[in-house]
């Protein structure tokens, strides 16, 4: 991390003082070191309501160096709720200890490393992971057995239809296997809001979409697995070598990358729609309504090769992009296409000093459409919010950020929202270049102080100061 956050006694320097001002910064806020890094993370469903906490699935990789297989881990995470963490609780934390708010559940033998995780939005109990191949990959989560990366056992890529004995040492076997791509597809991935659709982008520069829909009952399916959902694993569930996987072809190849595609994004309100970003600097709009080629392309959206792409949930004219070139952009789809002005976002967000690797926009609340965040290669994690553009009272802050999280000391490789906490975010890093190996998952939430209504703000400290001085002894 020399090149992108400075020396190591520089970003030492930084997170000490970032962990000085975590009773201040966050509401609450849990570090659980990884031995193996993870590329990707994602929130699966909530399960479990109580008092205090909550209990959710997470979803997460670990990504070997070959002395063990690769594995997809499903972990059960505890969320504690708004206003219940002490902060004086908070910062106490071991940086190489696991967190006692994340516990692994079962874990998948992947074959090859995990590069990307999605959900599926209907039920989020449905996965797909994308490898160094051509395929995606979909998982029944719950329905999968529950195995152990032993050590030795490095072949985690056998041929997927193999016929074996049910053995800790054997990979899982993927429910589907969506095939459409003549190249790798290492990372462009998404799944659709409205239809169990599948996106994907690969080194071939082609964007192929799969429906799952004639698979998708059998799918989901966990009566079978006689376990409940906080139990370690399945007791009766299929195994490796009980079936085989089915395989879908795609219901289009959609044309128009020059280079690889880096990620791409359904419209979420159209299961047509979708987008696309890669290496070519561009961001393509398609309409699968209107045949394989794109129905707006942007050249040289940014300045070098774009990474992300996210398309807002709540307000879907807003397509954000995160580059190589630093920077995040924000685009009007009504503007882009002929006479619209193709090229030319309507704001800029700098205020990385990395490539950017993620962007997500807000996906809780349609009162939150101008919130998103961005994590890069600089380590840090920044909140923005479009409304604030132009609202700054400190001129030394790119316009627009509200809160920047340096709670990693390497690059931040991918960050999910939570949709069923507002606020709550959970953030990866890969410490390969700072520590050497293994990565960071952090699982925060920003102090309300810092984005509810100032005049709100104001009130409540006047109210908690009033409150000091009446507890105050009268000398």
């Not at 979803?59 to 505890?78: K, R």
């Not at 880096?262 to 047509?272: G, H, L, R, T, Y």
């Not at 600097?281 to 300045?303: F, M, N, Q, Y």
């Not at 950017?356 to 919130?371: E, F, N, R």
Request: charged letters at 25%; hydrophobic letters at 35%.
């Amino acid at each position: 991390m020399k090149e992108r956050g400075g020396s190591r006694a520089a970003v030492d320097e930084r997170y000490a003082q970032w962990k000085s001002l975590i009773p201040v910064l966050y509401d609450w806020f849990a570090n659980h070191n990884l031995v193996w890094p993870s590329l990707s993370c994602r929130w699966g469903p909530q399960f479990e309501q109580a008092t205090y906490k909550n209990r959710q699935r997470l979803y997460l990789s670990e990504q070997t160096d070959g002395s063990v297989p690769n594995t997809l881990v499903i972990a059960n995470c505890e969320v504690v709720k708004p206003r219940v963490a002490a902060a004086e609780h908070i910062s106490q934390f071991n940086e190489e200890a696991r967190s006692p708010f994340v516990k692994k559940y079962k874990t998948i033998i992947h074959p090859g490393e995990v590069n990307r995780i999605r959900e599926l939005p209907q039920d989020s109990r449905i996965i797909a992971t994308h490898t160094d191949s051509p395929d995606v990959l979909i998982w029944d989560v719950e329905a999968q057995p529950n195995r152990h990366a032993v050590l030795g056992a490095t072949d985690s890529r056998p041929d997927l239809d193999v016929n074996g004995t049910d053995s800790d040492n054997i990979p899982n076997i993927p429910d589907l296997i969506l095939r459409g791509h003549q190249e790798n597809a290492e990372f462009a991935l998404a799944m659709c809001p409205a239809e169990p659709y599948v996106l994907s982008g690969g080194k071939d520069k082609s964007v192929v979409w799969w429906s799952i829909q004639d698979h998708i009952s059998g799918l989901g399916d966990s009566s079978k697995s006689e376990t409940s959902p906080g139990a370690s694993g399945s007791k009766h569930s299929k195994t490796a070598n009980e079936k085989d996987s089915p395989k879908v072809d795609p219901r289009g190849v959609f044309h128009g990358h020059d280079s690889t595609v880096e990620d791409v994004q359904f419209c979420p309100s159209s299961a047509q729609e979708f987008c696309s970003v890669g290496d070519d600097a561009c961001l393509i709009l398609w309409d699968a309504r209107t045949g394989t080629s794109p129905a707006v392309k942007v050249e040289k959206a940014h300045g070098g090769d774009v990474h992300c792409v996210d398309w807002n949930l709540h307000d879907v004219n807003y397509i954000l992009t995160g580059s190589a070139d630093n920077s995040v952009r924000m685009w009007d789809r009504r503007n882009l296409g002929p006479g619209g002005g193709a090229g030319s976002p309507i704001h800029k967000f700098e205020g990385h000093k990395a490539a950017v690797l993620c962007v997500q926009a807000c996906i809780w609340s349609p009162d939150k459409a101008s919130v998103f965040g961005s994590s890069a290669e600089d380590g840090f994690l920044n909140v923005w919010d479009h409304d604030k553009v132009g609202k700054k009272k400190n001129p030394n802050s790119p316009g627009g950020l509200f809160f920047q999280h340096a709670g990693h000391r390497d690059k931040i490789v991918d960050f999910h929202w939570n949709s069923s906490d507002p606020w709550t975010i959970v953030s990866v890093s890969d410490d390969g270049e700072s520590t050497g190996g293994g990565g960071t998952l952090q699982i925060w939430r920003m102090s309300d102080l810092i984005y509810r209504p100032e005049d709100e703000v104001l009130s409540e400290l006047e109210n908690f100061k009033s409150h000091l001085a009446s507890c105050t002894p009268r000398a």
